[in-house]
């Protein structure tokens, strides 16, 4: 008789199997328990689902790698922003290594492929186009990233990090498993001495507890004084003690909680002469309190409960103006903690629940728009996204403008669109470039010429609901498309989605009024299929990899095949 199986490990079986079948983008069970973990480490850097999917990798010569994430200072660091990649001195690049296995056990098996892979790949001398027989094109480029970004920030002098999770359903490990995983961290360390190299397992008492952290985020703020308050727990002000802002922006591991600034949209700008002078003032021995020298914060909350006449209970904090001013906090402090208890200075912090989306955004743009940022940070205060967002949300489908919000509200990830996958759509279809949606997800919106073309002012609301239906419709099909890897499945969407609107409208040139006119129904998955599998022949007889998907030419093959 076999092992009884924990409540944990009973409920987790459950809970997944159910989520598995609520979802459409994953081919199996295991499939997805790989999404779902990564999911549940990745927790504190506040990913989307599509960012959470573009790391997963699985499938065969993955070398025991099924979700890798490379992380410069808690964001997401993707292969089209290396050529451009500046950093802070000091700063910390992060590489984070996932193997997810639905199984109730640990094996060491695991950890040996990471030996290898580790061995093979990380050293920087190592010729990574020597392994490609032997691992997959989305490992190498993974492992590329993260050494490429290492040469480009050599003077940056910046911190390295590599984590490795292994996650299962297990309840205890073998003894042998640890001194493999010992044995993983000295061949790391022997090429990295300076680097942090840790490897967590993740078992079924841990997967619990990370499934159940409440995404919403309640945080609570003390005020020096009585807060000046206006309107019915609306808007707050008053002076906050230093050590408790820095508590306030921290979580329990001492690390910045990064989802507290996703709103803002100025990153943080390193040693420039304001933050030096920032940083001067907290570690100045003056007797002028620190508010005195600084503009203060500007947070916005979805609500506020006052705990006390001096707490606040704060929901959901969006740290809108302040960034440089928090980070130099957190710096200072993190490397100070000694200094936490005697501290007495203040910053003016000013607490705000907006009375409407578009209030929200106001405040946004203009906290952000008084230094030079430029107008492309700022593109999902711009009306029409919250128009999108409005439109879709009364037809079934949620526009991630504001960053998992409908993710935390439990919105199946199917019917969640986001800003960068809509606009990765629109770019294929409308001016054909699925080499460039595929290329460049990270910097597809700086361009104000594209981004004009693709938002104008009062453009028919329904054209972007179509696109994101067919954009939807495509990835739904993939993903269930065993035959094909999910690099070449990632290879293959823009291109597939620009096929079948090409087909369904008869041309090309694709304008809006062609797609709005689109009839739905007539996207069935036998044209989708029959399309996908002339695509995918010619993409692999060109190659087959992410080299095809990202050229300029590929397009033109598709047209010949489309007799367009």
């Known amino acids: 008789m076999g092992k009884k199986l924990s409540n944990n490990q009973l409920l987790l079986k459950e809970c997944i199997q159910q989520e598995y079948v609520e979802n459409s983008l994953y081919e199996n069970v295991d499939s997805y328990f790989e999404f779902f973990s990564s999911s549940q480490i990745l927790k504190d850097y506040d990913l989307s689902d599509d960012e959470i999917l573009s790391g997963i990798i699985g499938g065969s010569n993955d070398g025991g790698c099924d979700g890798m994430y490379i992380f410069l200072n808690n964001d997401l660091l993707t292969q089209d922003q290396i050529g451009n990649l500046t950093a802070p001195k000091g700063s910390v690049l992060s590489l984070i290594i996932v193997q997810a296995k639905n199984t109730t056990g640990f094996g060491e098996d695991a950890i040996m492929k990471w030996k290898t892979v580790s061995s093979n790949l990380l050293s920087i001398s190592s010729d990574l186009n020597s392994f490609l027989d032997r691992y997959n094109e989305q490992v190498i480029d993974s492992f590329m990233i993260f050494r ?23 309840d205890d490990k073998h003894p042998n498993v640890d001194k493999q995983a010992d044995e993983l961290k000295d061949i790391v360390r022997q090429m990295y001495p300076s680097a942090k190299v840790d490897v967590t ?7 619990m507890e990370l499934y159940n952290t409440d995404a919403e985020i309640c945080a609570n703020l003390e005020f020096a004084e009585n807060p000046i308050a206006r309107g019915k727990n609306t808007e707050y002000i008053s002076l906050v003690n230093l050590a408790t802002y820095y508590k306030f922006i921290t979580d329990d591991n001492d690390r910045l909680r990064s989802s507290f600034f996703e709103a803002n949209v100025r990153d943080y700008q390193g040693k420039n002469s304001v933050n030096s002078r ?26 506020v409960n006052p705990v006390t006449n001096k707490e606040l209970s704060v929901v959901n904090p969006e740290i809108v103006n302040g960034l440089q001013t928090s980070t130099e906090i957190y710096n200072y402090y993190s490397e100070n903690k000694e200094l ?6 203040n910053v003016l912090v000013r607490v705000i629940v907006p009375a409407s989306e578009e ?20 593109r999902v205060t711009d009306t ?12 079934g489908l949620y526009y991630d403008r504001r960053k998992n919000y409908y993710k935390n509200q439990k919105k199946k990830a199917v019917d969640i669109v986001g800003v960068s996958f809509l606009a990765q759509c629109l770019i294929s279809i409308f001016l054909r470039k699925p080499d460039f949606a595929r290329a460049r997800p990270s910097t597809l919106l700086t361009d104000d010429e594209t981004y004009n073309k693709l938002y104008e002012s009062n453009a028919d609301l329904e054209v972007y609901y179509k696109t994101a239906l067919l954009g939807k419709k495509i990835q739904t099909n993939l993903a269930k498309t065993t035959e094909m890897t999910s690099a ?7 291109y597939l989605l620009y096929g079948v609107s090409a087909k369904v409208v008869g041309k090309k040139d694709i304008l809006y009024s062609d797609v709005k006119n689109i009839d739905m129904s007539v996207v069935t998955d036998d044209l989708i299929n029959d399309l996908k599998k002339i695509i995918y022949a010619k993409y692999k007889e060109l190659g087959g990899n992410g080299r095809v998907a990202k050229s300029d030419t590929f397009i033109t093959e598709i047209d010949k095949m489309l007799g367009l």
């Not at 936490?340 to 200075?345: S, V």
């Not at 209030?359 to 700022?378: C, G, H």
């Not at 029409?384 to 037809?395: G, S, T, V």
């Open 148 to 170: 490429d970004a290492i040469t480009k920030l050599v003077r940056s002098q910046i911190k390295l990090k590599i984590h490795y999770y292994y996650v299962t359903l297990a």
């Open 201 to 207: 397992f993740v078992g079924a008492d841990k997967l």
């Open 384 to 395: 029409i996204h919250l128009q999108i967002e409005m439109y879709f949300k009364n037809r």
């Open 340 to 345: 936490l208890k005697l501290e007495t200075r």
């Open 278 to 303: 920032i940083a001067e003032s907290l570690a100045s021995s003056n007797n002028e309190d620190f508010w005195w020298l600084n503009n203060g914060i500007t947070i916005l909350a979805e609500k």
């Open 359 to 378: 209030s929200r955004d106001n405040i946004i743009f203009a906290t952000n728009n008084q230094t030079n940022i430029p107008k492309s940070s700022l």
């Open 488 to 494: 070449e499945r990632n290879d293959v969407l823009y």
